[in-house]
């Protein structure tokens, strides 16, 4: 199940299912070909299901070991919802099987996992952006309620004007009126935009760099193997590991090989000094003779 061929053939399945979804949403196209796109999107979806059922039964419960393992079981169970009242929209989520790429391919895997690993430092930028967020839509609310309600009436109001300045869309639309009302208002604009669209958002784009760059740096795990490296029976009851056990059993490594050098190294100097504590009892009996 995790040999290169069979990847290959699972991939090539989510693209068609991928393409089919696409079709479905053509009036034309199902009016002319229903039927058959209805029957491929049917037998791609029991692809997935023989899939995830083969290697439930190849690893047991260590299938659920893997988070990507658990991504695919949730996306095609969504798919396998049946269609009935109030579950027509869990129905229409079978559009995510097209995420399962995302598991097939390693180079997504490292992206995804860079974006999970900048977690931790986008909430603390998002904190600081919700911080000057707060505090510049409590000041707009209390300079531009009384001559711009539409915009800044009320503290919700305020918080969604902004939040359109910070994105540069259309934002003259609300800073031009405002300065005809204030002059001065660009000095309370200029610097939102400066620390909200600028700085704020680019520490976010710089967080998630630098957690790519980290992972680029790690040992990167390969999906499955050559159809000719066939796994022991030891290998085989190991479950996948990632990026951090890697590293971890190679450390491993690397502590027995220095303790093998280290005990090489003993032995030849014990070796040493007993052949130079024989020289100097034959050189102490000669000089006695």
Same mark, same amino acid.
């Given at each position: 199940?995790?040999?290169?061929?069979?990847?290959?053939?699972?991939?090539?399945?989510?693209?068609?299912?991928?393409?089919?979804? !696409?079709?479905?949403?053509?009036?034309?196209?199902m009016?002319?070909?229903g039927?058959?796109?209805?029957?491929?999107?049917?037998?791609?979806l029991?692809?997935?299901?023989?899939? +995830?059922?083969?290697?439930?039964?190849?690893?047991?419960?260590?299938?659920?070991?893997?988070?990507?393992?658990?991504?695919?079981?949730?996306?095609? #169970? +969504?798919?396998?919802?049946?269609?009935?009242? #109030?579950?027509?929209?869990?129905?229409? &989520?079978?559009?995510?099987?097209?995420?399962?790429?995302?598991?097939?391919?390693?180079?997504?895997?490292?992206?995804?996992?860079?974006?999970?690993?900048?977690?931790?430092?986008?909430?603390?930028? #998002?904190?600081? &952006?919700?911080?000057?967020? =707060?505090?510049?839509?409590?000041?707009?609310?209390? %300079?531009?309620?009384?001559?711009?309600?539409?915009? @800044? #009436?009320?503290? !919700?109001?305020?918080?969604?004007?902004?939040?359109?300045?910070?994105?540069?869309?259309?934002?003259?639309?609300?800073?031009?009126?405002?300065?005809?009302?204030?002059?001065?208002a660009?000095? %309370? @604009?200029?610097?939102? +935009? $400066?620390?909200?669209?600028?700085?704020?958002?680019?520490?976010? $784009?710089?967080?998630?760099?630098?957690?790519?760059?980290?992972?680029?740096?790690?040992?990167?795990?390969?999906?499955?193997?050559?159809?000719?490296?066939?796994?022991?029976?030891?290998?085989?009851?190991?479950?996948?590991?990632?990026?951090?056990?890697?590293? =971890?059993?190679?450390?491993?490594?690397?502590?027995?090989?220095?303790?093998?050098?280290?005990? /090489?190294?003993k032995?030849?100097? /014990?070796?040493?000094?007993?052949?130079?504590?024989?020289?100097?009892?034959?050189?102490g009996?000669?000089? @006695?003779?």
């Amino acid at each position: 199940m995790e040999s290169a061929p069979v990847q290959r053939i699972v991939i090539t399945v989510i693209l068609l299912n991928a393409v089919v979804l !696409g079709m479905e949403t053509s009036p034309a196209l199902m009016e002319a070909a229903g039927p058959a796109l209805i029957s491929i999107d049917t037998a791609c979806l029991a692809v997935f299901v023989v899939e +995830i059922g083969l290697k439930l039964t190849a690893f047991g419960w260590r299938f659920f070991r893997d988070p990507w393992n658990v991504f695919d079981f949730v996306v095609v #169970g +969504i798919a396998l919802v049946p269609a009935g009242a #109030g579950l027509e929209v869990l129905r229409t &989520l079978r559009v995510l099987r097209v995420l399962r790429l995302i598991s097939s391919l390693p180079q997504l895997r490292k992206v995804v996992s860079a974006l999970l690993h900048a977690i931790p430092g986008i909430l603390s930028t #998002g904190a600081l &952006l919700a911080l000057i967020f =707060y505090v510049a839509a409590v000041m707009a609310t209390t %300079f531009f309620r009384e001559t711009l309600p539409e915009f @800044f #009436g009320s503290f !919700g109001a305020s918080l969604f004007s902004l939040f359109q300045i910070a994105t540069l869309s259309s934002w003259e639309t609300i800073v031009r009126p405002a300065m005809d009302e204030h002059s001065w208002a660009w000095a %309370f @604009f200029i610097p939102f +935009i $400066i620390l909200a669209a600028f700085t704020a958002l680019n520490l976010i $784009i710089a967080v998630i760099v630098d957690a790519m760059n980290t992972l680029h740096d790690m040992p990167s795990v390969q999906k499955g193997s050559a159809p000719d490296d066939a796994p022991s029976p030891e290998e085989a009851e190991v479950p996948p590991q990632d990026d951090h056990q890697l590293l =971890y059993e190679e450390l491993k490594e690397l502590r027995a090989d220095v303790a093998r050098l280290s005990a /090489q190294l003993k032995s030849s100097a /014990q070796l040493r000094s007993s052949a130079q504590l024989r020289s100097s009892e034959v050189r102490g009996s000669d000089q @006695f003779r």
